[in-house]
């Protein structure tokens, strides 16, 4: 059941929207044991590169497109560090609209480029960040009146609230802690909305800390500074200069959590770890949270037996070049089965 079908009852939609689905959310929440026991918590994660594009991008697109179409916008515009792109292309091509995607050229991960350009998207490679090709976004949405479906997007943020909802109805209640990459900031905003309308519906009781890590070279929120130039191997939180930035503040504070940062090192490190002992395999910005975690535990502040959930936001598989770089290469052998056995013994 797609997103809409399933939360219509509590999204902005009435018999005029028109019926968007391509199945996106109800991602599996999966609890991860010989990670947690190392860290001594209950370990859950959120797997969103089970989404149709492979990242949480779908659950706000495909509201910030059924608004769309209701509106009759004649094409969508996005600027993206990929994902948000590859999310926007995919929904233009099943509902048949135009799709304009600006990316910070040289900069994004290959599987997203190729969801793009597969899902017949215009895809126009910008020749700066990704801060600059949001605002040329911004402005030719304006002059030429197409939907801007990027974060700014109002729909967007709101039905992103649906992977709060999706968790606590798994757990039952919300977690102790919630875990998150940071980039526009728009997500964890969007949780933490999604956290109190399950506590005001009188579903649960209490509320998660939230915590969101930001890449070291990409990081305005957690060190209070601008980064006109971020630099991050996680593409999809290379980000100088949040969108919902006042937002993410607000959902740090007012949930008592807070905003940290991890190295490139660290990321690559906790994506070998999520792949190795977890059997999930993440893109490296999703990763910055069990890096994160993984900080914390040295720091000896992670509570123990605390209940926590990372959101794993974009699959593995959409950048490969990142992954291949952190391992060893296959054994090589002839076809005979004395090297095959040779192999295996070693
Ligand atoms: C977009 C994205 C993020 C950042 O989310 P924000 O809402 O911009 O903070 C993190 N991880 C992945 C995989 C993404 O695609």
């Known amino acids: 059941m797609g997103v809409l079908k399933r939360y ?17 959310g109800s991602t599996p929440l999966v609890r991860l044991d010989r990670i947690g026991n190392d860290l001594g918590v209950e370990l859950w994660a959120k797997l969103e590169g089970c989404n149709p594009s492979g990242s949480f991008k779908d659950r706000g697109m495909v509201l910030a497109v059924a608004k769309a179409l209701e509106d009759g916008a004649r094409a969508l515009v996005c600027a993206s560090t990929g994902n948000t792109s590859a999310s926007a292309a995919a929904y233009a091509a099943h509902v048949g609209v135009p799709c304009y995607v600006l990316l910070p050229s ?60 999706e968790i606590c109805e798994s757990l039952g209640r919300a977690p102790d802690l919630h875990v998150i990459p940071v980039g526009n900031a728009g997500n964890i905003s969007a949780y933490w909305a999604g956290y109190k309308d399950f506590r005001a519906w009188r579903k649960i ?16 929120l957690a060190t209070g500074r601008p980064f006109p ?11 100088g200069n949040p969108v919902s930035g006042e937002l993410a503040k607000n959902a740090v504070s007012e949930s008592g959590g807070e905003f940290g940062t991890v190295s490139d090192d660290e990321i690559l490190e906790a994506q070998v ?7 999930v395999f993440a893109e490296p910005a999703s990763c ?19 209940k926590v959930v990372i959101v794993l936001t974009g699959n593995g598989l959409k950048d490969p070049d990142t992954a291949l770089s952190q391992v060893g290469k296959p054994v090589r052998i002839g076809s005979s089965i004395g090297e095959l056995l040779e192999a295996l013994s070693l």
């Open 106 to 165: 040289g900069k994004v991960a290959m599987g997203k480029l190729a969801q793009a350009l597969i899902y017949g998207a215009k895809v126009i490679a910008v020749d700066g960040n990704f801060d600059q090709a949001l605002e040329l976004a911004r402005e030719a949405a304006e002059r030429l009146d197409f939907a801007m479906v990027n974060s700014v997007n109002q729909y967007r943020l709101i039905s992103q609230k649906t992977g709060a909802w």
């Open 273 to 279: 770890i999520l792949a190795g002992k977890g059997g």
């Open 229 to 239: 130039n971020p630099e991050t191997i996680a593409t999809a939180i290379r980000i």
């Open 205 to 220: 009781s209490g509320l998660p800390r939230m915590i969101g890590f930001q890449a070291e070279g990409a990081a305005p």
């Open 8 to 24: 219509g009852a509590q999204l902005p939609i009435s018999n005029k929207t028109p019926d968007v689905n391509l199945e996106e």
């Open 288 to 306: 910055a949270t069990l890096a994160g975690l993984i900080k914390l535990k040295r720091a000896n502040r992670l509570p123990d037996g605390a």
